[in-house]
């Protein structure tokens, strides 16, 4: 058992809206995995509804309504996929709602879990603002090197109409996703720059696990501040998770933005209409996409990279069943994979068998999570289907 | 309250993966006395899902398997855990169609609508749920496993009808493992209408006379103005009129267009209104969402009764007299299912939190269940209150009902406390005057209490 300090929990008008229907339960992607309905959002809106409304007959009947270690891994058994919100009978705002809870979880003496103490962690680390670090030299300053991805001969505009916000992935880890962006973005005529390091995490990963205080309290205002310092009024970037974060979250944080938002992605899909991004090479191969959540149900971004996969020469594009709205969880958002890797792994598996069934060659999303969840599932499941990241994708056809 | 009443909680919950391993424990259950209580998909309002007593809860959402898709005898089999959302994806990606499904098909279970004994989306034209099914495969409480119905054919002939006997059995009689569906060739097309009235009386008689008339739509959906307008209160948009008619064909492209004709042609005599296509295609597609203004309650109370079609004014405005008494928020849904029944789901927006007043509220249940047998319907479903309702609705039948029960299932282990028998965890039974009384007086405490705003 785990004494709270306040035991109301967050939304509690919602709990009784709840119509424990049950919509949600088949279209969460780990309730399909394990089975029990403690996973389904209703469980867990249940219990939430008897936590929040303890009664005296609860006292006569002895019953113990309390959270334990099993009940916070069941709120944090959830990938932020928001299908379940899609699904809701009384429209109510799930996604927020799991966010939420986490966050009056640990204001109120929850532990996280390590895996996501660990993002804290760095993310926090002045000398990081990341969730990675060298492993050879655990202290190196990290942050000095955020726009080292850059490739050599790509000038950085010194009057730039557009910032790519790179986001922490492409920088440390997938360099050649920013690398292809900047590429393209360079190729298009585009004038642009980079925050390099004054560009720190966007919060995403911290934000979905309920661990809101830095980035409310410093890093929104700050990433937002770097942006109009550079005196743009766009912003591309080429993660889903950034993508949403800098889109829905930070309005909620700071206010109305001075600048739009674009998914690379829809970026892509003005510069082609506008003949400055042109497919020189034809990609002979039967393509299928994925919808990454963030971009997808919490983005609303559905038709652009679809627009861009289908103007390649040479692409037979074909759908999976679940797309867009009602798209499937690849397993990798919301910090689950690094917390249930397994299970994470094992929804892949079912939507790489979805994507197989339509008899495609690739699979290509816009998220660089989907493309290595995706691959390890295909890896898992022993399905030859590998997954690319728009971006490489495109790099192939310029 | 009701677990002052009631055990509901389980005291252990199994998730079986086979028939021979639900065989294996129904054997273990009745030795130690054990109850066994079979969940679905867990949608039902009614607590059929629910234990009375603690016991064993069968957590049958574990069988999900589709077993096979039979193109050639038009079949699809599969375990009762898969939703009938998903059976119904997976004919039509087969080029093939399913007739009727519920109207919480994304929730509800193959196995429980059986057990509810449904109607639903496609009744009108297709049946109920036993008209769905050629055959069930059932674990009965002695272990023994059954096949009842045929897979390939039709179950009538003469011999009792094993199969029927499950549909609307609630689980009291055994557990079903597995399901074979009848399935249809795919319609060239799906097209819902949808259909305005300002006036009630015009509402009512339409629905009325399309009843009457030699066309036969897919489905019938209803719902009257205070639905329409709970609907704008959350945002919405829904017109402002006393009532919606929503009507979809499927078929062949010049029969539908046909029948499409004639209904307008019924429609417009009545000072109806046809909606554009863009609103008839939103009106289907919120077809499994009767309750998306709940959040104004926040809670709702939904009753389900069958009346004839043409005694739907007096239950319309006997429903309204009550709600006016009641001084509640209520509304009414619904749906034709066959040329002479009304299936009508009123619902009461109220607050669950305010314990008085929404206990009060309950009363409106059972009132509009005693309309529905003045005019000649019924109430549907029985559940762990409404089994007192048994005795009124099968009269010296219901003897026969408890001969079936105690010779299926005699060591009484089966989801006991439902369907024949309402029973308390004291394992005092719910009187049936009492209830009755109960309620009434509980109608009056509504009534004198302030409206409901």
């Not at chain 1, 994470?344 to 994507?355: F, G």
Request: with cysteine; net charge positive; aromatic share 8%.
């Amino acid at each position: 058992m785990i004494r709270l300090r306040n035991n109301q929990p967050p939304n509690i008008d919602d709990y009784y809206t709840c119509l424990q229907c049950g919509y949600c339960k088949n279209v969460c992607p780990v309730y399909n995995q394990l089975g029990w309905e403690s996973a389904t959002p209703r469980g867990k809106v249940y219990w939430l509804k008897q936590l929040s409304g303890k009664s005296l007959m609860d006292k006569i009947l002895r019953r113990k309504i309390d959270i334990n270690d099993a009940w916070v891994k069941r709120i944090y058994s959830c990938t932020s996929c928001a299908a379940c919100e899609e699904y809701c009978h009384v429209n109510l705002k799930l996604a927020d709602l799991w966010e939420d809870v986490k966050e009056w979880m640990l204001n109120d003496g929850v532990k996280p879990l390590a895996p996501h103490k660990m993002l804290y962690d760095r993310i926090s680390d002045p000398s990081k603002r990341n969730p990675f670090q060298d492993d050879d030299n655990p202290e190196r300053d990290l942050l000095k090197k955020r726009g080292s991805w850059l490739p050599e001969g790509i000038k950085l505009s010194r009057n730039p109409e557009v910032v790519f916000f790179a986001g922490c992935t492409s920088s440390y880890r997938l360099q050649m996703l920013a690398q292809s962006a900047a590429t393209i973005l360079d190729n298009a005529d585009v004038k642009f720059s980079i925050l390099g390091k004054d560009e720190w995490c966007c919060g995403s990963p911290l934000l979905r696990t309920g661990q809101t205080d830095i980035i409310k309290g410093e890093y929104a205002e700050h990433n937002v501040q770097a942006i109009e310092a550079r005196g743009v009024h766009t912003v591309v970037t080429a993660c889903a998770g950034c993508f949403n974060t800098l889109k829905n979250n930070y309005p909620k944080i700071v206010g109305k933005l001075p600048f739009k938002v674009y998914h690379i992605s829809e970026f892509l899909e003005i510069l082609h209409k506008r003949n400055k991004l042109k497919f020189k090479k034809e990609i002979n191969k039967t393509i299928t996409f994925h919808d990454p959540c963030h971009l997808g149900r919490h983005g609303k971004v559905f038709d652009a990279p679809r627009y861009i996969i289908r103007n390649i020469p040479g692409v037979k594009f074909v759908e999976m069943d679940r797309i867009r709205k009602n798209s499937r969880c690849c397993g990798a958002g919301g910090g689950f994979k690094i917390a249930f890797n397994d299970i994470a792994e094992d929804i892949a598996v079912d939507r790489v068998k979805e994507a197989q069934a339509t008899g495609a060659e690739l699979i290509v999303t816009p998220c660089p999570f989907c493309v290595v969840n995706l691959n390890a599932g295909a890896k898992k499941g022993n399905i030859p289907l590998k997954s690319m990241d728009l971006l490489q994708f495109v790099t192939q056809a310029i | 309250m009701m677990s002052l009443m009631f055990k509901n909680t389980p005291d252990l919950v199994v998730k079986p993966k086979n028939a021979l391993e639900i065989s294996k424990l129904m054997k273990y259950a009745v030795k130690n006395n054990i109850p066994i209580i079979p969940r679905g998909g867990g949608s039902w309002g009614l607590g059929g899902a629910v234990p009375t007593n603690g016991g064993i809860l069968l957590d049958m959402g574990s069988l999900n398997e589709i077993i096979k898709v039979d193109k050639e005898n038009l079949t699809i089999t599969v375990e009762p855990g898969v939703s009938w959302k998903e059976v119904d994806d997976i004919v039509t990606s087969n080029d093939l169609f399913l007739g009727a499904y519920p109207s919480s098909a994304p929730g509800a279970s193959v196995g429980g609508w059986i057990n509810t004994g449904g109607i639903g989306i496609g009744s009108y034209k297709y049946g109920g749920v036993e008209q769905q099914i050629r055959s069930i495969e059932v674990v009965l409480p002695d272990g023994k496993i059954i096949r009842a119905g045929f897979e390939k054919v039709m179950s009538n002939s003469s011999g009792y009808n094993l199969r029927d006997l499950f549909v609307g059995s609630e689980g009291t009689l055994g557990i079903i493992t597995k399901v074979t569906i009848k399935l249809h060739p795919a319609p060239e097309i799906i097209r819902p209408i949808s259909f305005s009235f300002n006036d009630v009386g015009n509402f009512i008689k339409a629905i009325s006379e399309i009843t009457r008339a030699r066309i036969m739509p897919w489905n019938i959906t209803i719902l009257d103005g205070n639905h329409l307008e709970y609907l704008r209160k959350i945002g919405m948009d829904a017109p402002e009129v006393e009532g919606l008619i929503n009507v979809t064909f499927e078929g062949t492209r010049a029969v539908v267009n046909y029948e499409a004709k004639v209904l307008e042609r019924i429609i417009s005599k009545l000072d109806g209104e046809k909606m554009d296509d863009e609103f008839s295609e939103h009106e289907w597609s919120e077809r499994y969402y009767e309750l998306r203004s709940k959040a104004i309650g926040p809670t709702a109370l939904v009753g389900e009764v069958f009346v004839p079609v043409k005694k739907l004014k007096e239950m319309f405005d006997g429903t309204n007299k009550v709600i006016k008494r009641m001084k509640i928020r209520a509304a009414i849904v619904g749906m034709i299912s066959d040329r002479n029944t009304a299936v009508l789901m009123p619902y009461v927006l109220t607050d669950e939190r305010k314990m008085v007043k929404s206990l009060a509220t309950m009363a409106f249940i059972k009132k509009i269940g005693d309309l529905a047998f003045k005019f000649g319907g019924r109430p549907a479903g029985l559940g762990t209150f409404f089994s007192v309702n048994l005795k009124k609705l099968h009269g010296k039948g219901v003897e026969t009902i408890f001969d079936i029960k105690t010779s299926i299932d005699p060591y009484d282990v089966m989801n006991p406390g439902k369907l024949t028998e309402g029973v308390t965890r004291f394992g005092v039974p719910i009187p049936a005057l009492g209830f009755r009384s109960g309620m009434e007086l509980m109608g009056v405490v509504k009534g004198i209490l302030p409206k409901d705003k």
